[in-house]
C-alpha cells in the first residue's frame, strides 16, 4: 500500500507564507504524477497544483499562479507546495494526490493523503 502523509499546514496571517510536505511510503514501484488539492469549507475539493515525475512541467489553478510553486524531491517520494502571500480564501483542507504503482500491482492508481488545515486570517 501507499502513504501519503502530509505535514506543513498550519495557522498564519495573510500575506504570510507556509510550506507544505508529502511523504509517500510504502510498497511503491514508482510515482507517476503527483498534485496538491484542496478543499475550502462549503466547496468541493478542487486542484491546486500539479507536477509531472521528473518535474519538468507544473499546472496551476488561475487563483494561486504565481502565489505557490509545487516541487518534488523524487529520490525521497516527496511533494512541496510553496505558498507565498496566503489570502484568506486559501483556508482549506490541503490534499496530497499521487498516481503510484505498487511492487505488487503495476497499474498506477490515485492514492490520497488524510490532509492537512491551512488557516489564514484577514
Known amino acids: 500500500q501507499v502513504q501519503l502523509v502530509e505535514s506543513g499546514g498550519g495557522w498564519v496571517q495573510a500575506g504570510g507564507s507556509l510550506r507544505l510536505s508529502c511523504a509517500a511510503s510504502?510498497?511503491?514501484?514508482?510515482?507517476?504524477?503527483m498534485n496538491w488539492y484542496r478543499q475550502r469549507p462549503g466547496n468541493q475539493r478542487e486542484l491546486v497544483a500539479g507536477?509531472?515525475?521528473?518535474?519538468?512541467?507544473?499546472n496551476y489553478a488561475s487563483s494561486v499562479q504565481g502565489r505557490f510553486t509545487i516541487s518534488r524531491d523524487s529520490a525521497k517520494n516527496t511533494l512541496y507546495l510553496q505558498m507565498n502571500n496566503l489570502k484568506p480564501e486559501d483556508t482549506a483542507v490541503y490534499y496530497c494526490n499521487a498516481r503510484a504503482a505498487l511492487t505488487s500491482t503495476p497499474t498506477y492508481l490515485g492514492h490520497w493523503g488524510q490532509g492537512t488545515l491551512v488557516t489564514v486570517s484577514s
Open positions: 507536477i509531472t515525475t521528473s518535474g519538468g512541467s507544473t
Open positions: 510504502g510498497s511503491i514501484s514508482s510515482i507517476n504524477t
